[in-house]
């Protein structure tokens, strides 16, 4: 039978013909639509509560039965609804607020789509008690899909509105079980009254289950947005709050205002909680929110999941409110800019307070024994630099890089099986509360006096110009192994990525100096092993000195183990005290380096660092740790291209036997070569997503980048028009 004749489809006619296409009733639209703007309960009461504020109220009060499913009831003090639009109330398309497409640009109320109330009565029994003013009495009226089921019936009632909804999606099935079976609605009902409560403080808001005496959220109002936060999410959040504005008056079509609260370094909490009203819409903004979580990681690390009250104010006519029918986004005219601005905002306020932080923490908490020990070390590590005739450099990419994938002798995985696990042994208490003592005289603190000149350093040594390429380019792709494609405006680069990420990985280390989250090692790794694996592969000792290999193995492990507990403190490096590595630093979030060079690592933190200079011995740790958080290409070469004739197995031992005659596709490894090729994948997206979006807020370009090559600039759209206009 033949394969490719796809076979006519029901209600497509006899021989192939298409479907007809016909008109879906009305009711069938305004169901689908309803779906669409009342995803869940919580959405109907964030609807409902919108209209509350629209109509002016001073008092929102909000009752839940079943989360929302049974029952939801949102009464207020507005306005109300005049008697003779209560027939088109819940139509589709009413609304009060909107009468002109072009009035959507200067629109205040919330509101302006007239499908909330309509949509509820497709998927659910909607009932309006309202009165307006003036009026003796009020009228009571029930809806159901769109229409009045009965005429307003005269009843008593008090200022404002009250809308009830019951039995939410009783007409669809699937999302009512689906909401039946997840966890209640009703926590996220909760989180958005606490929302609203924060931003509009002259508003009194009450949300509780039915039947319940207390609210669970009760705000009554005030002056003071935290008072409001207070009452809200507690004293002692509000504790830990900074207060934060920005207003870019002069940016053009980016101008808006900014004003909130941020959390400080003391707040820790499990996620972040992020409040954010533009123009008194309450929105998410994804790409805001990244960028300050990322502020937040780099510079308070163990405070990375912030408390963010913000509220952004800008012309109407630069916010498109009309992009998401639940109105959950909207989208800014010039959003990158502004999102650039209060990234920097932030980072600077946190930076100015964190200082004192840092600078207390590590006054009780550094080891002042570190800097005797390095003082005793400094001969020895000398010494072994000139005995062991080693270059200082660390072994060049191309020698890394195994040439003969079929032995990953050396390959950290291979060698991760078989360790015994060791335990950790606990440092000794008498010990550490004598350093603590020695430590708490302020004259000591002089390690951080050489932390900020490096810092500083970072800071006067940054060329302005390839900080507007960075913070501006869009990443095209990469061009080959090392160099990536970048565009900015009309511009066209060439990046080198390894020198990029390095730069990058060592402004981190020193930013996050002893505030590093950790990773802890699957098994603790012995040094001396590591440092022999480094060794196995240097040329110039040569493979017939393994003695001497053994000692310069041996009085690495050493010099690490003596400073062990600075290495600890300041870039959470930690070794054990039988010498085996246990933990490593993250200096990226998301991010963790390649273990395959964790050897050449360990034996650049024993033999490259200064450990006589604390300054030097903080810019060489730093810059050890950057080489090795680097994006070096993996150590398994490309596979793309021809790299795949690397792959292939030796032939001596595949013609023994019945192999004898095995195709070319046999003779490649699949397995290492799917192990490289998710390497180099892998790598190829991080640099996408982790290395370019982390440079954009954290790097300090160096000038020597201009003119070292890692920056080459190869075109410019201007010329190459040109060109094309002469063509
Ligand atoms: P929208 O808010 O987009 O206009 P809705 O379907 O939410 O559409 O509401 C339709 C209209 O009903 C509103 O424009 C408003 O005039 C009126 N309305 C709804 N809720 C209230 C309320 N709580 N108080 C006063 N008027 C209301
Ligand atoms: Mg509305």
Redesign the pocket.
């Given at each position: 039978m033949d394969v490719d004749h796809p076979s006519p489809r029901v209600g497509g006619g006899s021989g192939g013909d298409p479907p007809r296409i016909r008109r879906l009733e009305e009711s069938v639209v305004n169901r689908i639509a309803a779906g669409e703007v009342i995803q869940r309960p919580s959405s109907a009461v964030k609807?409902l509560v919108e209209?509350?504020l629209?109509?002016g109220a001073s008092t929102v009060s909000v009752t839940v039965k079943d989360g929302g499913l049974k029952l939801i009831q949102v009464s207020?003090d507005?306005?109300?609804?005049r008697f003779e639009d209560l027939p088109i109330?819940c139509e589709r398309h009413?609304?009060?607020?909107l009468s002109a497409y072009e009035d959507l640009q200067t629109i205040k109320s919330m509101?302006?789509?007239?499908?909330?109330?309509?949509s509820m009565t497709y998927v659910g029994h909607v009932t309006v008690t309202t009165i307006t003013e003036g009026q003796l009495h009020g009228y009571r009226v029930c809806y159901k899909d769109g229409v009045m089921e009965n005429e307003p019936k005269p009843c008593a009632a008090v200022k404002g509105?009250q809308?009830m909804v019951e039995n939410l999606f009783y007409n669809m099935v699937a999302r009512r079980k689906t909401l039946q079976n997840s966890n209640d609605d009703y926590p996220k009902i909760v989180d958005f009254i606490s929302r609203f409560a924060v931003h509009h403080i002259n508003v009194n808001f009450s949300c509780r289950k039915h039947g319940a005496n207390r609210a669970d959220v009760h705000s009554s109002s005030t002056s003071s947005r935290l008072d409001a936060i207070r009452n809200i999410y507690g004293a002692s959040v509000v504790r830990d709050l900074i207060e934060i504005e920005v207003s870019d008056e002069d940016a053009g079509d980016a101008v808006f205002k900014m004003d909130g609260y941020i959390s400080n370094a003391n707040y820790v909490a499990k996620k972040i909680t992020m409040i954010l009203f533009i123009n008194d819409r309450l929105v998410d903004c994804t790409a805001l929110k990244r960028a300050i979580e990322f502020v937040y990681s780099a510079t308070l690390p163990q405070a990375s999941k912030p408390f963010i009250y913000m509220s952004i104010n800008l012309p109407s006519e630069h916010v498109d409110v009309n992009i998401h029918p639940t109105k959950k986004e909207v989208s800014l005219l010039n959003q990158e800019r502004i999102i650039e601005t209060i990234k920097n905002t932030i980072e600077e306020k946190l930076r100015n307070s964190n200082t004192t932080r840092i600078f207390q923490t590590q006054l009780q908490a550094v080891n002042s024994s570190a800097f005797t020990q390095v003082c005793t070390q400094k001969d020895k590590g000398t010494d072994v630099k000139m005995a062991s005739g080693m270059k200082s450099q660390k072994t060049p990419v191309s020698q890394m890089v195994r040439t003969d994938p079929r032995n990953p002798s050396g390959r950290l995985h291979t060698y991760w099986h078989g360790q015994s696990s060791n335990l950790e042994k606990k440092s000794d208490l008498v010990s550490v509360r004598n350093v603590v003592r020695s430590r708490r005289n302020p004259k000591d603190a002089g390690d951080l006096s050489s932390r900020h000149e490096l810092l500083m350093e970072i800071d006067s040594h940054c060329h302005p110009g390839l900080l507007e390429v960075i913070k501006n380019c869009t990443y095209v792709g990469l061009a080959d192994e090392v160099l990536a494609l970048i565009q900015c405006n009309t511009h066209l680069y060439l990046v080198n990525v390894v020198n990029v990420s390095k730069e990058l990985m060592y402004q981190q280390a020193l930013r996050r100096f002893g505030n590093f989250n950790a990773i802890q090692l699957s098994e603790p790794a012995p040094l001396q092993e590591l440092l022999l694996m480094a060794l196995k592969d240097d040329e110039l000792i040569g493979d017939e000195n393994d003695e001497e290999k053994l000692e310069i193995a041996e009085v690495n492990s050493k010099i690490l183990k003596e400073n062990s507990e600075m290495i600890n403190e300041y870039f959470s490096i930690h070794v054990d005290q039988d010498g085996n590595l246990t933990r490593l630093p993250v200096v990226l979030d998301q991010y963790t380096p390649d273990m395959d060079r964790l050897p050449e690592f360990v034996l650049t933190m024993g033999n490259d660092v200064t450990w006589d200079d604390e300054k030097e011995c903080f810019r060489t740790a730093a810059a050890a740790v950057g080489n090795f958080y680097a994006l070096h290409p993996p150590i398994l070469p490309n596979p793309s291209g021809s790299g795949i004739q690397l792959y292939k197995k030796n032939k001596d031992c595949m013609a023994s036997g019945e192999h004898f005659d095995s195709t070319d596709e046999d003779d490649i490894d699949h397995e290492l070569l799917a192990e490289a090729e998710t390497a180099w994948s892998q790598r190829e997206w991080t640099i996408q997503h982790v290395l370019f979006p982390s440079m954009r807020l954290f790097l300090k370009p160096p000038k020597s980048m201009a003119t070292d090559g890692t920056f080459v600039q190869i075109a410019s759209l201007e010329k190459l028009y040109k060109i094309f206009e002469r063509c």
């Open positions: 609807e209209n509350s629209d109509a207020d507005g306005h109300g609804i109330l009413t609304t009060s607020k509101g302006f789509r007239g499908e909330a109330l309509a509105t809308v």
